[in-house]
């Protein structure tokens, strides 16, 4: 028998004062009542309600075990609330994993105007351009650029994720403005390092790897590869999402347009198997929105 059952059972008998009553509440026979008051009884190894053929009452254990049974009741019936409201309204809190630049750049940004329309949804943004593993480390989504393993996990995709390569005014004024990928080899071509291992530049029509010549001043972090080319130190290629306002702002020059790496693809993947609540649906509904593919 389900133990639930059984106290609900019980708690009914001794609320509504009889074996009968409590059938009536839960359609079912007074013999089926006594049924589960003797299971519940046999577990215990003790009675529960001292029966005569006039009355019948709690024993002193029954006493003390009809609250605690109250108590368990009113805990379930809480949990199944909470879960219930969080079936049907966004709330709760969402764990998303998202690439360092994208995360910051583009991402945090608008995240305010989520949680304004969702104000029972509260949110962690971890930035990390590691893989993470979204389901053994507990993540509601993650955001993925490049090409997706076949992981099993539903991906909605995004629009691509673009490069520039830019330069500040004084470098060019200083060293001259470089119009073919060969050209890079007189240059100070910013490097940068992921996960300790050195990336080099692979322009959009380079077969074997990039003719820039390795750089001074390397980093794992974009932004400060672009502080540095700010301070006119030398030519970064970084995301469009960090370096678009620079070059708008005349702060930095766009160059070598048609040799640029081909956009990467950009994914929100969640688990196949994990039901889907609102505060996720609506917060994937929300990236599409600022950054569906069209």
């Given at each position: 028998?389900?133990?639930?059952?059984?106290?609900?059972?019980?708690?009914?008998?001794?609320?509504?004062?009889?074996?009968?009553?409590?059938?009536?509440?839960?359609?079912?026979?007074?013999?089926?009542?006594?049924?589960?008051?003797?299971?519940?009884?046999?577990?215990?190894?003790?009675?529960?309600?001292?029966?005569?053929?006039?009355?019948?009452?709690?024993?002193?254990?029954?006493?003390?075990?009809?609250?605690?049974?109250?108590?368990?009741?009113?805990?379930?019936?809480?949990?199944?609330?909470?879960?219930?409201?969080?079936?049907?309204?966004?709330?709760g809190r969402l764990r998303i994993s998202a690439?360092?630049?994208?995360?910051?750049?583009?991402?945090?940004?608008?995240?305010?105007?989520?949680?304004?329309?969702?104000?029972?949804?509260?949110?962690?943004?971890?930035?990390?351009?590691?893989?993470?593993?979204?389901?053994?480390?507990?993540?509601?989504?993650?955001?993925?650029?490049g090409e997706l393993d076949d992981s099993g996990?539903?991906?909605?995709?995004?629009?691509?994720?673009?490069?520039?390569?830019?330069?500040?005014?004084?470098?060019?004024?200083?060293?001259?403005?470089?119009r073919v990928p060969a050209d890079l080899a007189?240059?100070?071509?910013?490097?940068?390092?992921?996960?300790?291992?050195?990336?080099?530049?692979?322009?959009?029509?380079?077969?074997?790897?990039?003719?820039?010549?390795?750089?001074?001043?390397?980093?794992?972090?974009?932004?400060?590869?672009?502080?540095?080319?700010?301070?006119?130190?030398?030519?970064?290629?970084?995301?469009?999402?960090?370096?678009?306002?620079?070059?708008?702002?005349?702060?930095?020059?766009?160059?070598?347009?048609?040799?640029?790496?081909?956009?990467?693809?950009?994914?929100?993947?969640?688990?196949?198997?994990?039901?889907?609540?609102?505060?996720?649906?609506?917060?994937?509904?929300?990236?599409?929105?600022?950054?569906?593919?069209?």
């Amino acid at each position: 028998m389900d133990k639930l059952r059984s106290m609900e059972i019980f708690t009914a008998v001794v609320d509504d004062g009889s074996f009968t009553a409590a059938a009536a509440r839960f359609d079912m026979s007074a013999v089926m009542v006594g049924k589960h008051i003797r299971f519940l009884e046999e577990r215990l190894g003790a009675r529960l309600i001292a029966r005569t053929t006039r009355r019948q009452s709690l024993t002193e254990i029954g006493e003390q075990y009809v609250e605690q049974c109250r108590s368990i009741l009113a805990q379930v019936r809480a949990a199944e609330s909470g879960a219930e409201a969080m079936r049907l309204a966004p709330r709760g809190r969402l764990r998303i994993s998202a690439p360092v630049t994208f995360g910051s750049e583009s991402l945090s940004p608008l995240l305010p105007g989520y949680l304004a329309r969702h104000p029972e949804v509260s949110l962690d943004l971890e930035l990390n351009d590691r893989l993470v593993d979204v389901v053994d480390d507990g993540y509601d989504a993650a955001i993925r650029i490049g090409e997706l393993d076949d992981s099993g996990m539903i991906a909605r995709r995004l629009r691509p994720y673009r490069m520039l390569i830019c330069a500040s005014p004084d470098y060019l004024a200083r060293h001259g403005e470089p119009r073919v990928p060969a050209d890079l080899a007189d240059h100070e071509c910013l490097d940068f390092m992921h996960w300790k291992k050195l990336v080099r530049w692979r322009l959009g029509d380079d077969d074997g790897g990039a003719p820039a010549r390795a750089s001074r001043f390397r980093s794992n972090n974009g932004q400060a590869l672009k502080q540095a080319a700010l301070a006119g130190f030398g030519i970064v290629m970084q995301a469009e999402v960090m370096l678009a306002q620079e070059v708008a702002a005349g702060r930095l020059v766009s160059l070598l347009e048609a040799h640029i790496p081909a956009p990467r693809t950009m994914h929100v993947m969640y688990p196949r198997d994990r039901q889907a609540t609102p505060k996720l649906t609506t917060f994937v509904d929300f990236l599409l929105e600022h950054f569906g593919p069209q």
